[in-house]
């Protein structure tokens, strides 16, 4: 029997109909869309409001500002896949100890004062899920950088000033999205800021200066929208 010259697109069209059946089945491989723990993050701009507490020692001696509640104002945007930018800042409501060194060694401590902090600073995160959420939580790190202006006391007996000062912040954080829209936001700094102190305290055997480093806790609500341009 002669062979047909028709049997080698027979065997073609047989092999892209097997091809086709099977395509169905790949595309079922790994995570059914609907059902994925990942979500796209559709928004790229947030405002985010926020109030935490300052923590830390305020230095060796504790004359620097610590130990109060923070408030901030931040503008967040989502530069791409990975990168965030944000800049804004926070307006601290601390304490500071005073020190007298006219007095006794065991008593220079001689009480505590209220002193506020503003913070103005930009910061760069970088999102550990890219631009998407895994089961809401969108987890984030990075570090922020600025500069502190802190009020003086004016009567104070060693004349320290905590004054303006350059500052960095290493911070790990999570968004958690209710929505699109809105997210709770919980984050974690480290604020680190130079001391410098007067001849008052060359008696404490302390450095002319130091860096302090300070934790500092934030809960916020992050809120997206949408330019009008």
Excluded: C
């Amino acid at each position: 029997m002669k062979p047909s010259r028709h049997r080698p697109l027979l065997h073609l069209a047989a092999l892209i109909g097997t091809l086709g059946t099977a395509a169905p089945g790949a595309a079922q491989v790994g995570h059914d869309p609907a059902t994925s723990p990942y979500r796209d993050i559709r928004r790229s701009t947030f405002l985010v409001l926020s109030g935490g507490r300052f923590l830390g020692s305020g230095g060796a001696v504790g004359v620097a500002p610590h130990g109060g509640n923070v408030y901030g104002l931040r503008m967040s945007f989502l530069a791409n896949r990975t990168i965030q930018l944000s800049a804004g800042g926070f307006y601290g409501m601390l304490s500071r100890s005073i020190y007298d060194p006219a007095e006794p060694a065991d008593e220079r401590i001689v009480g505590t004062t209220d002193t506020d902090v503003l913070w103005i600073d930009a910061a760069i995160h970088f999102n550990l899920t890219g631009g998407k959420t895994w089961h809401r939580l969108a987890p984030f790190a990075g570090a922020a950088a600025g500069l502190a202006f802190s009020e003086n006391l004016p009567d104070d007996p060693a004349s320290f000033k905590m004054g303006t000062k350059f500052f960095l912040a290493p911070v790990l954080g999570v968004r958690f999205f209710l929505g699109q829209r809105l997210a709770l936001q919980a984050e974690s700094r480290f604020n680190f800021w130079q001391i410098k102190y007067t001849t008052a305290f060359v008696q404490e055997a302390i450095e002319s200066s130091e860096w302090s480093v300070s934790p500092w806790l934030n809960l916020g609500l992050a809120w997206a929208f949408d330019w009008p341009f």
